[in-house]
């Protein structure tokens, strides 16, 4: 009930009025029955996107840490999210991930629609990511569509880090749904789940214009933190107070010969003229 109040009183029509968001391809949604709508991950504002263009109720598994804060603050997102169409899931891998599956499955053999990011997170610059096999199983086990959907500009609109979006128009681009029966009962077969993955992330590729990263984009943003750290690092050492005298009498130290004593006498001379000047 919550879901629709929040869809068409209290924020979806201010949403509209301020994003203005268009959508192609809306022959593509079903009026009935189960699918999975499988979208890249731009931003944040993705899950709040999509079901406004969308005229069926649609559901998201989202992380468990946003149904789990304390206070009140705690309690307005939880509720916030469970309006939005949410359910909160356990990420962390193992049981977790069958517990999701799981989820997923239940909302989908109730003739329901379910949105997923088969890159399992936001991109972290923009690209599409390798797509993770969670969306194939599914498919197969429930035995419906996948849906391929493009959101457009919402990194524009709301970056990773930004709280309040900037208004501009975003958009949503919706393929023709995919159909895996052929699969049928082969959801066990890594290859399987494999080759429908990449066709779905084909298919996100060409309805976005993205360009393609045969990595997972957690393994990207482990390798940007990475570099980051070892950049701080380095910046830290560099500014520790001495540092530039002790490479100047390391490079001194290094000059041998007459040509080191020439470059150190002239390196002396020109700074006992600059003084002078």
Do not use: C
């Amino acid at each position: 009930m919550f879901y629709w109040v929040l869809k068409t009183v209290i924020l979806g029509p201010l949403l509209k009025m301020l994003f203005r968001p268009w959508v192609k391809g809306e022959e593509h949604i079903p009026e009935t029955g189960g699918a999975i709508f499988a979208s890249n991950h731009l931003s944040f504002s993705d899950s709040i996107f999509l079901p406004l263009v969308v005229p069926r109720r649609i559901t998201f598994l989202a992380k468990a840490d946003y149904f789990t804060g304390v206070g009140l603050k705690g309690r307005l997102t939880a509720a916030f999210f469970r309006g939005a169409g949410q359910v909160p899931v356990d990420r962390s891998g193992g049981k977790a991930s069958e517990a999701a599956l799981n989820t997923g499955l239940k909302i989908l053999r109730k003739g329901e629609l379910l949105a997923l990011y088969p890159e399992g997170t936001r991109s972290p610059d923009g690209r599409l990511y390798k797509g993770k096999t969670g969306v194939a199983r599914m498919a197969l086990e429930a035995g419906v569509p996948v849906i391929p959907v493009a959101m457009i500009d919402t990194d524009k609109a709301q970056p990773t880090g930004q709280v309040v979006p900037k208004i501009m128009r975003v958009g949503v681009r919706v393929g023709k749904p995919l159909d895996f029966s052929r699969y049928k009962g082969m959801e066990d077969d890594r290859f399987v789940l494999r080759s429908i993955t990449d066709e779905v992330m084909y298919a996100l590729m060409e309805l976005s214009g993205q360009e393609y990263v045969d990595m997972y984009a957690g393994s990207m943003k482990d390798r940007i933190t990475r570099a980051k750290k070892i950049l701080q690092r380095e910046q830290a050492e560099a500014a520790k107070p001495g540092r530039a005298a002790d490479e100047l009498e390391r490079e001194l130290e290094g000059d041998s010969g007459a040509d080191g004593a020439d470059r150190a006498h002239n390196r002396s001379r020109g700074t006992d003229e600059q003084r002078a000047g």
